[in-house]
């Protein structure tokens, strides 16, 4: 995996309503490579109206998601989201994953893996808790290759601490923005 990258993409809704969202490209060894962020998003009533329930993902994914990955100069191999919305149709040429800690029995060994039955999987990329993911289905074929990365990853760092800086650095950017 030398040389490769993994990115963090996260939206977060602030009073207004306001859409503020980052990414976060780091090496294998969790240093920061890249970072963007949108300036925040406000819909306006005529778009809350037009775009009805469907707005929230709309502006997740249209208005935050893809301009932030277009504009990368360093593409991830993987990018990690928590936010749904992300894996229903991506757009780019690299998996997206659904990550967060699971919360049951540790499997094993690192690099074991099992399906759950709503398609996602628990896997052990640490002597930690093992992750719950979720993967684009196009990519399931690469899934061994994923588990693989995963794992050599979570050797390491902690896979899930880099959304902690970047949602971090986001409501830092909310405060800045409400000062100025």
Do not use: C
């Amino acid at each position: 995996m030398d040389g490769e990258l993994l990115g963090y993409i996260t939206t977060r809704v602030f009073e207004g309503p306001a859409y503020l969202g980052g990414v976060l490209i780091v090496d294998k060894k969790g240093i920061p490579v890249e970072f963007k962020y949108i300036e925040p998003i406000k819909p306006s009533k005529l778009q809350t109206l037009l775009y009805g329930n469907t707005i929230d993902r709309y502006i997740r994914v249209e208005s935050v998601g893809i301009p932030l990955i277009n504009a990368l100069e360093h593409k991830p191999v993987l990018l990690f989201v928590r936010e749904e919305p992300f894996l229903e149709e991506s757009k780019w040429s690299f998996p997206v994953i659904s990550i967060s800690r699971y919360k049951g029995d540790m499997l094993t060994s690192m690099g074991e893996y099992k399906e759950l039955e709503d398609g996602g999987y628990i896997i052990q990329i640490d002597s930690g808790m093992p992750v719950r993911a979720r993967i684009e289905k196009k990519y399931l074929e690469r899934l061994t290759e994923i588990i693989s990365t995963l794992t050599e990853v979570g050797q390491n760092f902690d896979i899930m601490e880099p959304f902690s800086r970047l949602e971090e650095a986001i409501r830092f950017i909310w405060r800045e923005h409400r000062r100025s």
